[in-house]
């Protein structure tokens, strides 16, 4: 890993992503940013009258797609801008810029929905016959027409609308804490010189086969977080007191019916996600025993969890060569994918390298218009390359979608967010299993594989049960404290890793590090999603190029139908206990199998 953070104008442009194809400079975005405004103010020519008749509902129904596509452009682009370095002042007025107009476009909009729902459904399958334009909007409005219940008032949408900047702070001031402000100690490494703690190279200290320096490295990064545990339990308190707010005024039971009624998700897939881990965590306490026995400690740490478990192989693996084993790993998908993906790695859409002020971890964004762009903080390491072919799974799903499907449904809902970036990581580590070179190498891999488990379906399951647990004790009248949140995920981190292993005090605090608590039930879509691409990627395998078909299909269909559905047409039906139970299945068959090897 490198030991010093470079400076965002040092960085090899080569290696950072083309957001000048979105805007070739800060003017050229201020004049979109105007253009965006005024169609915003314009909005309100359509107040009172959009429900006259069909014309003027296509009329407005097109207006609010030229609106909302050009404010994602703006916001796209000011938000990326602000990642590459979010201590950047002129970015973060962008940035500003940006989130005050997307207010004020959902404000100026906020009328759209109540006046369709005063519509009868006679009169409204009336104007779908009448207007040819408007069959494209089909089901856009059959799905505003379910959440009738939930949808308040035009001058109440309004407020809540203008509430949009308020509600958005608690989210503000935990990224500026965390990715810009936050600055963590240096410790000795193995050579001796000192390294500087990072976001980005934190994990990768963590797989470091010296477990003093893991040691050291754990306890001097949570140090911080444990230094502002009051300030970021009052952070998290505020943004989800601002859902409970939501939630109650559109008269839902709680948080957690209102995130996942956006998009038709019944409660029981997230109830039956945590009962069917909960029902197999006695395999992963037979890894954790199996972990403690091959690392040959006395105690396991929570520390001692990222390192591989077989030391004889290291995978230093540069950038340039993890793209090649990404590009190999994904052959199984046809040439129209294989060919789009050597022009994401070939015309700039992925910013690569960690530098000072950039925003941590990875992600997959932009508009409908842009590059599914994808931001990476590239560490040599094996994880980085699956995090490569993690991205791109997103990326691609993006630009799959934006090709195929008008504006309308040129998104997908993040229930379905997650299956084509984890399918790729299935593909990548079902090739390198196939070629690994001798037996250390594959336990290596299997351990990976276990990791992978471990980490997306029981870490991200232990994340759901917090952020419900959370929210439920909230909601019920219970006060967010620093302590309450620590001794909370505490626990269930015992419950999850067993009895075998030191819960270190240190951990207690990780739940301010993790930003997807802010996200509002998002996390639990990483468990699903996982379990129906791990179903996917073995269908890839085993039935060739009628399950890529299927697939590809998948990916072109945006929002064109529900997620649940969407995904049944791919051969995954997730209102079921099987796609979670047959990976919990394959967790088991593996633990197993890496226990004989070892």
Not at 233 to 257: C, P, Q, W
Not at 329 to 348: G, T, V
Request: aromatic fraction near 12%.
């Amino acid at each position: 890993m490198s030991k010093e953070i470079l400076n965002r104008e040092d960085v090899d442009r080569e290696f950072t992503w083309d957001l000048e194809s979105m805007y070739s400079s800060v003017e050229a975005w201020e004049q979109d940013w105007n253009r965006v405004k005024k169609l915003s103010e314009d909005f309100e020519k359509h107040r009172g009258r959009l429900t006259k008749n069909s014309k003027a509902l296509l009329e407005a129904l097109t207006h609010r797609d030229e609106l909302f596509r050009g404010i994602e452009n703006v916001y796209a682009y000011s938000h990326m801008k602000l990642d590459e370095d979010t201590a950047n002042s002129q970015s973060q007025i962008l940035s500003d810029k940006a989130l005050n107009l997307y207010v004020q476009v959902e404000e100026s909009s906020s009328f759209l929905v109540p006046e369709i729902l005063t519509l009868d459904e006679e009169t409204l399958n009336r104007y779908m016959e009448e207007e040819e334009g408007l069959k494209i909007y089909d089901k856009f409005l059959e799905d505003i027409m379910r959440q009738k219940s939930h949808v308040l008032s035009a001058r109440e949408e309004s407020i809540l609308a203008q509430m949009g900047e308020v509600a958005n702070s608690p989210q503000k001031i935990y990224s500026m804490m965390n990715d810009a402000d936050l600055r963590f100690p240096r410790i000795k490494g193995e050579d001796g010189k000192d390294i500087e703690i990072t976001q980005g190279n934190f994990i990768p200290l963590m797989e470091s086969t010296d477990r003093d320096l893991r040691q050291r490295a754990f306890k001097s990064f949570y140090s911080i977080y444990d230094s502002f545990k009051n300030t970021f339990a009052a952070t998290l308190n505020g943004d989800l007191k601002s859902n409970i707010f939501n939630a109650r005024l559109r008269n839902y039971k709680s948080t957690r019916e209102a995130s996942l009624d956006r998009n038709n998700i019944p409660l029981s897939v997230y109830d039956n996600l945590i009962k069917s881990v909960h029902d197999n965590l006695d395999s992963m306490y037979k890894y954790m025993d199996i972990r403690k026995r091959v690392l040959n400690v006395d105690e396991l740490h929570m520390y001692d969890l990222y390192t591989p478990i077989v030391k004889e192989v290291e995978f230093q693996i540069p950038y340039e060569e993890g793209v090649e084993l990404v590009k190999k790993a994904l052959e199984p998908l046809n040439r129209e994918y294989l060919d789009i993906m050597d022009e994401a790695f070939n015309s700039r859409w992925i910013d690569v390298y960690e530098n000072r002020g950039k925003r941590s971890g990875a992600y997959s964004s932009g508009s409908y218009d842009s590059k599914p762009f994808i931001l990476l903080n590239y560490h040599n390491t094996l994880d980085n390359v699956f995090t490569i072919a993690h991205e791109m799974g997103h990326s691609m799903h993006s630009y799959f979608t934006r090709k195929n499907q008008p504006y309308v449904y040129g998104g997908y809902s993040i229930f379905v967010a997650e299956v084509a970036s984890t399918a790729n990581e299935s593909l990548l580590l079902n090739y390198l299993l196939k070629n690994a070179k001798n037996k250390n190498e594959k336990l290596y891999l299997l351990n990976h594989y276990l990791e992978s488990f471990r980490t997306t379906l029981f870490r991200q399951t232990m994340f759901a049960e917090f952020e419900m647990i959370i929210n439920e004790y909230l909601e019920n009248g219970g006060a967010l404290t620093a302590e309450y949140l620590c001794e909370t995920y505490r626990e269930l981190n015992r419950l999850y890793y067993g009895e075998n292993i030191v819960i270190d005090e240190e951990i207690a605090v990780e739940w301010a590090r993790i930003p997807h608590f802010y996200y509002n039930y998002y996390v639990f879509q990483y468990a699903t999603g996982f379990s129906a691409a791990i179903d996917l990627s073995k269908k890839i395998l085993e039935e060739g190029d009628i399950a890529v078909d299927r697939y590809l299909n998948f990916l072109k269909s945006g929002s064109s139908d529900y997620p649940i559905d969407v995904l049944k047409k791919a051969g995954v039906d997730m209102t079921t206990e099987e796609p979670v139970n047959n990976a919990m299945k394959i967790f088991k068959e593996l633990v197993d199998e890496f226990d004989k090897l070892i």
